[in-house]
């Protein structure tokens, strides 16, 4: 409860007042829906019993207008209900992706893409289902039961205590249902999770699945992820559907035992028919109302399963934190100069399995540093280190001689220009993609980042040059272009330290050598750090940094290239 008022009150702020007049409408609702079973008794009772055809009219006029009213009420609930659903949805997804947006890369990792994505759309929709339901059917059953009855004891005294005795069956049966569905629905979001998991890795490498015509395999993965997402979903419907049945038979026993013993009083005491119609009617409604909050609880289950997972992201407190810019030990990066003092590094995922082992380097102000080593050996780990997108697990990145974990983090990676392995381009046109790096960049910046990323000679021979609309992901390019347009991004943040992680692998040597050498020539002052697998490409006077499979430093290689020249 305390996670409710701290989370989700404040999203409902906007709305109050619908979550105000819902109750109100629905009170008005109920009392015009109760009243029509007493007014059908007085019709059979005072009107075709005793053949008063005015008596008939006139009640019949009055349920009408009841009627038209309750409809009325009904109708105007629904749009309060349904504005503070979907409002209430907006806000949370709002909450969940600001949340995300502050992650550091080993936040993310301990949730999975694709489970953060289950949770900001499949998971708040469940709550939007349940507010908006709660607010039609929550007051409803609970009003609607209490005023009924209260009409059923003003008829007969006996007979209601027949529906009372039912209350409790009812009760600890829906409980029984509630404890049982709720670890399916845990379990259900988790087989979601899974699925589009999936799904996602399918439709992202698909181009990978059709070279190497592995759709068969994809379909069985996919149909496995699936069948048992199928599996355990019955599973839960199944629970939900048993509490259907065990209401009607429960039901169906109270209307008999009505019917029967008020037949026998009509008979014995004379209890009128109208009145006997009545509490049917009532008996009905009683129910109906105990199944509307069995559904209710049930509903309240499987939300409050989508609730603990949504709360597990809004509880997470990014592992890596904003330095505040009013604290005396705010920074900024003014030279570039990188010092790696004994850094180890492990994935929170596997605190246990090392990647990087007592790391010491230093590269000064303006130098070229190139990483070298083989496959899994943590390259691309040590460059995530400087910007924080990881922290170390031990040791200390200096830059420019301070700490990296005291430089507040949004200084830190304005001041760092990175590109990464997997190269990633947004839809939209070239010149908005340049743009990330300096939304505020000249044209004139954007073609000199270009030509220093051997790109602007490409992006020149397309029809609209700079405003060439690219697909998601830069599908109409090739590997090498989207490359060179990653470089002239980072390049655009004018960065005092840039780090290139694997950023020339598709594009061709003579390509890759000429981009390095204008590195050099013209980001004299920006410290370069970049990993490779071609030690051909090496210019001569760059340093070389080589890693070993272990993580560690491997010092006969880790010197000046000379030796590779």
């Not at 592992?319 to 004994?342: C, M, R």
């Not at 180890?344 to 130098?367: C, H, Q, W």
């Not at 070239?430 to 000679?457: F, H, K, S, V, Y």
Request: glycine share 6%.
């Amino acid at each position: 409860m305390k996670k409710v008022r701290k989370y989700y009150f404040p999203l409902l702020k906007d709305f109050k007042k619908q979550l105000v007049f819902s109750p109100l409408l629905v009170f008005i609702y109920v009392l015009c829906e109760t009243a029509q079973p007493m007014l059908m008794g007085t019709i059979v009772d005072d009107g075709v019993m005793k053949e008063d055809l005015q008596h008939i009219l006139k009640t019949g006029g009055w349920m009408i207008l009841l009627s038209a009213i309750g409809i009325v009420a009904a109708v105007s609930n629904l749009l309060c209900a349904s504005k503070t659903a979907t409002g209430f949805a907006s806000n949370l997804r709002g909450a969940i992706f600001y949340k995300i947006q502050r992650f550091a890369f080993a936040d993310i990792d301990k949730f999975s893409t694709a489970s953060l994505i289950t949770r900001i759309t499949n998971d708040t929709t469940v709550l939007q289902q349940l507010i908006q339901r709660s607010m039609m059917l929550l007051y409803r059953a609970p009003l609607m039961m209490i005023i009924a009855f209260f009409f059923v004891i003003r008829t007969d005294v006996a007979l209601a205590g027949i529906i009372a005795a039912a209350i409790p069956v009812l009760a600890i049966g829906i409980f029984l249902f509630m404890r049982k569905g709720y670890p399916l629905f845990i379990k259900l979001q988790e087989k979601l999770d899974e699925l589009n998991r999936t799904v996602r890795e399918n439709l992202i490498n698909i181009k990978v699945v059709k070279s190497f015509v592995r759709e068969d395999f994809e379909k069985k993965k996919f149909a496995k992820a699936n069948e048992d997402y199928k599996d355990t979903a019955l599973k839960a419907v199944n629970v939900i559907i048993m509490v259907i049945p065990f209401m009607q038979l429960v039901m169906n026993i109270i209307i008999l035992l009505i019917l029967w013993i008020g037949g026998i009083k009509n008979t014995e005491a004379g209890i009128e028919i109208g009145k006997l119609i009545s509490m049917v009617n009532y008996s009905f409604q009683i129910l109906m109302s105990l199944m509307m909050v069995s559904m209710t609880i049930m509903m309240f289950a499987r939300a409050s399963a989508s609730s603990k997972r949504i709360t597990e992201v809004l509880d997470t407190e990014p592992s890596i934190t904003e330095k505040d810019k009013n604290s005396l030990s705010y920074h900024i990066i003014a030279q570039g100069t990188v010092v790696f003092q004994h850094v180890d590094f492990a994935y929170a995922t596997e605190p246990d399995k090392m990647i990087l082992r007592d790391i010491n380097f230093s590269v000064s102000a303006g130098e070229h540093l190139t990483i070298i080593g083989p496959i899994g050996s943590g390259k691309s780990t040590l460059l995530q280190l400087i910007p924080r997108l990881y922290d170390v697990s031990a040791g200390a990145i200096l830059i420019d001689g301070v700490d990296a974990r005291d430089y507040p983090v949004k200084e830190l990676r304005q001041s760092i220009g990175v590109v990464q392995q997997r190269t990633e381009l947004f839809s939209g046109t070239i010149l908005e993609n340049l743009r990330w790096g300096n939304p505020d960049a000249t044209e004139e910046q954007i073609r000199q980042a270009a030509r220093i990323a051997e790109a602007d000679q490409f992006v020149s021979l397309f029809p609209d040059q700079y405003n060439t609309l690219l697909g998601r992901n830069g599908v109409n390019l090739s590997g090498g272009q989207k490359q060179r347009l990653s470089i002239a991004r980072a390049l655009l943040k004018n960065p005092k330290i840039l780090l290139l992680d694997s950023s020339t692998s598709a594009i061709d040597t003579d390509t890759e050598r000429r981009i390095r050498q204008n590195l050099k020539t013209e980001l004299q002052e920006t410290t370069v750090i970049l990993v490779t697998q071609r030690i051909q490409s090496i210019l001569p006077d760059e340093s070389v940094l080589a890693l070993t499979e272990d993580g560690r430093l491997d010092p006969a290689l880790t010197q000046n290239n000379s030796r590779f020249a």
